[in-house]
Every structure is written in C-alpha cells, then in structure tokens.
C-alpha cells in the first residue's frame, strides 16, 4: 500500500504514539486486502466497548492510547455492559462496574458520541449514497452497505478505531468492488424475522464478501436487522443485495432441509426462563410495534428488551415506553443481549428470544441454553 | 513459500490445524487461549505457543481485542496462518504483534496437525 509522506511520517511514530498504532493497524489491514492507498472516510463506528468482552487487556490499552489520541470524524460506539440506571438490579461487581467505566471515560476523552448502540442507522440519517464510513459491530457495516447503500469494510473493532483516529480507511474490497460471487435462492414460504435470521446464518457460512438473494419480494426493517446481525455473526461476508437475476458465478438453495439445519444448531431449549428482545437493539419502529402486539397483554416471565437511550427518550415521550413497562416489559439502554452480563447462569437455564445472532452469543459466550422463536410466536405464547 | 506477510516475524513450532474458522469473539478463553465453543473442532484444545493455522477468521469485530488479550495475558499462538484474511485477525494479531501469513493453499493443504514447522 502506498503511504503519502505525512501518513508515512505517522507510521514511524513522528506524530505520536496513537497515531503510530492506528496506522499500523490500517498498514496491516491495506496489507491484507491488497489495498493500494488511504481514502478519507466521513463516520466511524466502533466496537469494543462492552467489558465482558474486551476485558482488562482492552480496557488497559483505551486507557493508554486515550492519552494523546482524538477522533477525527464522528464516531459513534457500540454498547457497554450494563444500564446505569438499572445497573443495581443486577449482580455485578465493583470491579465490573470500575473497569466498564474507564473504558466509557477512555472513549469520551478520544471525543466519541456516547450512543452505546449497535445500531447507528437508526439513530443517526444516512449521509448521501456511496459515502465511505468505517463500521465496525458486523450487523452495523452489512446494514451500511446493503441497506443504507454506504460503503464500509466488515470493520474490526481496532480497523474502525484507527479509522476513527486518522479519518482514513484502506480502499480495499467492498469499498472498491462489491459485486456479488453467490447468488443464493431462497425457496422458505412465509418467511418472517427468524426466518431471514436463519438465512443470513446460512449465508454467512457461505458467501464471501458479497451475497445476491433471489427469491425475496420486500423485507421489513425487523428482517433486514436480523438478517445483516446473523449474516455477520456467521462468517465475513458484509452485504447483501435482493437480486433475482444475479448473474454471480456460484448458486445455492435456501429451502426448508438447510432451514432447519441452522435451527438445529441454535435452537438448544424447548422454552426459555425469561425473554430477551434487541439483538440489534430495537428501533422506534420496533418498539411501536411491539406495544401494538401488546396492547391488552403481559409477560407472563421476566421480559428485557434492550434499545439505544436516544430510541427509549424518544419512546418514553410519545408514551410506547409507558406502555411496554405496563405489559411487563424491562426497558435497558446503552448495552444490548450480545454478551451481556446481565443475563447468567446464576439466575436462568435458557432463554427465548428471536434473535440469531443473540442464540449464538447467549450459547457460546454465557453458557445458556437457547429457545429460538419469531417475534409474533413470542407474544402468542408468552404472554396473556 | 508463503503466499503474504500480513505481520513479520519468524517463528518455529508445533501446528494446530482447524479445520473450521475461528471466531474469537466467544469462542475462545482469553486467559488460558482454551477453545470453548463444544461444537468447534479445535473444542478443548489450548492454541498457546501454538502455530495456529486456520481457514479464516469470522464473525464478531470484538475479535480482535481477544487476539490482544491473549498476548497480554500469554496464552497467544506463536504465529497464525491462514487461507484468506479478515480485518478482524490481521488488525488483532498487528497490535499484539503475533506474525500472521496468509499461506497458497497448496502449502496450507500439505501442513498438517502437529507438524514442526518454520514460517517467516
């Protein structure tokens, strides 16, 4: 990859330190996808923020390189690990609750935006058609690409936070050339947000970079989320377009046989000990939604949905919020299902939730068992 | 013989071949570099001091501070090598400073599990 003078400069550490890492990072990345030279981007998202993943190694390394460095375009950041307002009701100990905020603090010295959401698009407009971001948190860059029509690697949290540092990405891969080498037809009737759950876990097991769909008339935004967020848990890939006349070189079946083979391998319970909804978070739509499904109903177990804080104000003012607490629901903001601490083997033995991309990570990460069902299966059964 | 270095480095050790990709996210003891995830084909084994080859890496972004922690906490791979690369693997093993090469799939196909090996 060929660096200007002042970005080689940069790399051999005549700018600091921070800015020496971060274009380490990026020379390593450009490497990689054979990217020939740096090209600004206009959003950063990043991930890493949540303790329980990033640990005390991670939170050691925000607490050094925020020293000197400072973000040089927008940066939104991924969930932390707990609500603050609600972070009481849950066991965590003190040293959790220490190491979470200096990774918090360490972020806003840099200058980011304090979103804790996994889901920027719904939280932010999208810039003009073709802009380069650089994202982070899988479903967040597949959503950009595929649905915002953006342009953004499948980002790594230290790629997207060098990008966030120098403004600059490698121009390389999906933001050069994203055409489809797989078509993949889906052939499941009726499909509904698991369904496409299911589908974007087939396809990230693969498909590379870029996916062509046939089959698929319209997809609400329900779908498109559960599909970019298991599409991103399950492989590399990092877009998708609906296309019945793909002409990419490779064709796969999605029918109802590899349908319930992804099932098999997520779905571990027969029913779940409580409900989790939000993995990605909901957006306001989702919410208003929900509340509609509700309306006259309650949980009958422990039910948390987690959401960005900017959708719960903005619910909590046009009174949704009011109404999902009525139905039993547990509204959490700033952290999200995806390797949470809140939810353990302490308290539960499984839960239900209609997320692919949650089953996996409650499963592999937390160690609990997985009850897989559709939003609208959720409300008729668990609810009266 | 290798296809691309994405991390220099040399190394020489022992591999542990996977057959599957990796995701680092949630799959993988950051303090002992144990691969918990029961129905990964490495499940049980430890890639410390490792030359960890795999096809390529997938899923979370967060990987990449797993790559970090296992370095600092020094359970990390000699050196991993892949078929294809993410962002994910190289800008984790580029921090932690774990040479990472990106191997023809020739050489990846004749390296089996177990073999001594020599890379960079």
């Given at each position: 990859m ?26 390593a990345t ?7 030279k740096l090209v600004?981007i ?8 949540n ?9 050691e ?6 020293k000197?460095a400072?973000?040089?375009v ?12 609600s972070?009481?009701?849950?066991d965590?100990d ?5 190491k ?29 058609e ?14 950009a ?6 342009k953004t690697?499948k980002?790594s ?7 966030a ?22 052939k ?26 046939s ?18 848990t ?11 006349n ?5 064709k ?13 391998e997520?779905?571990?319970a ?9 993995s990605?978070?909901l ?15 309650a ?11 900017a ?11 009011g109404?999902?607490?009525s ?25 239900t ?5 949650g ?10 068992d997985?009850n897989?069902?559709?939003l609208?299966?959720?409300?008729r059964?668990?609810?009266? | 013989?290798t ?12 591999v ?19 691969i918990?995830?029961q129905?990964?084909?490495l ?26 922690s296992?370095?600092?906490?020094n ?21 932690a ?13 004749s ?6 090996i020599?890379?960079?």
């Open positions: 060929e660096l200007t003078k002042d970005e080689e400069k940069s790399l051999n550490g005549e700018h600091g330190e921070a800015l020496q890492i971060a274009y380490r990072i990026l020379s450009g490497e990689a996808t054979d990217a020939e600004p206009h959003w950063a998202h990043v991930s890493g923020v303790y329980n993943t990033i640990g005390d190694a991670g939170e390394f925000l607490a050094t390189i925020s000197d400072r973000f040089r927008r940066t939104t950041v991924n969930p932390m690990g707990y609500d603050k307002d972070v009481e009701k849950f965590l003190e040293n959790f609750i220490q979470q905020e200096s990774i918090r603090e360490s972020y806003k010295k840099m200058g980011a935006i304090p979103s804790f959401s996994c889901i920027p698009y719904e939280i932010y407009d999208m810039p003009r073709g802009t380069q971001v650089s994202f982070a948190e899988s479903n967040a860059a597949i959503y690409n595929s649905i915002g029509k953006l690697n980002e949290a230290f790629s997207a936070l060098a990008s540092i120098t403004g600059k990405s490698p121009y390389s891969d999906l933001r050069k050339d994203d055409s489809p080498t797989m078509s993949i037809a889906m499941v009737s009726e499909p509904n947000e698991l369904t496409f759950g299911l589908l974007g876990y087939f396809a990230g097991k693969v498909a590379d970079k870029s996916v062509a769909i089959g698929v008339k319209n997809m609400d935004k329900r779908c498109n989320k559960s599909m970019c967020a298991s599409m991103g399950s492989g590399s890939c990092g877009k998708f377009v609906l296309d019945d793909s002409n990419a070189s490779e796969v079946d999605f029918d109802e046989k590899e349908l319930q083979k992804v099932y098999d997520l779905n571990t027969e029913s779940g000990d409580m409900i989790t909804l939000g990605p978070q957006g306001l739509e989702e919410m208003t939604d929900l509340a509609t499904m509700l309306k006259g109903r949980f009958k177990k422990r039910c948390l949905i987690f959401c960005p804080r959708i719960q104000e903005q619910a909590r003012s046009l009174g949704y919020a109404q999902l607490e139905a039993g629901c547990e509204l959490m903001s700033d952290c999200c299902t995806c390797l949470t601490p809140l939810v353990t083997k302490k308290d539960v033995d499984s839960v939730t209609n997320s692919i991309k089953a996996y990570y409650l499963k592999n990460s937390n160690g609990l997985v897989l069902k559709s609208s299966d959720i409300v059964d668990e609810t009266s | 013989m296809k691309k270095t994405i991390v220099k480095g040399s190394v020489t050790g022992k542990l071949k996977s057959s599957q990709p990796i995701n680092f996210l949630g799959t993988i003891d950051k303090k002992t570099g144990s918990t995830d129905k990964h084909n499940s049980g084994k430890s890639i410390k001091g490792s030359i960890l080859l795999f096809p390529h890496g997938i899923g979370s972004s967060v990987g990449a501070y797993t790559i970090y296992l370095k600092s906490n359970v990390a791979p000699l050196a991993m090598a892949c078929q294809k690369i993410d962002l994910t693997v190289a800008s984790g093993c580029a921090l400073n774990i040479p990472l090469f990106v191997l023809s799939s020739n050489e990846y196909d390296i089996k599990d177990g073999d001594e020599s890379l960079g």
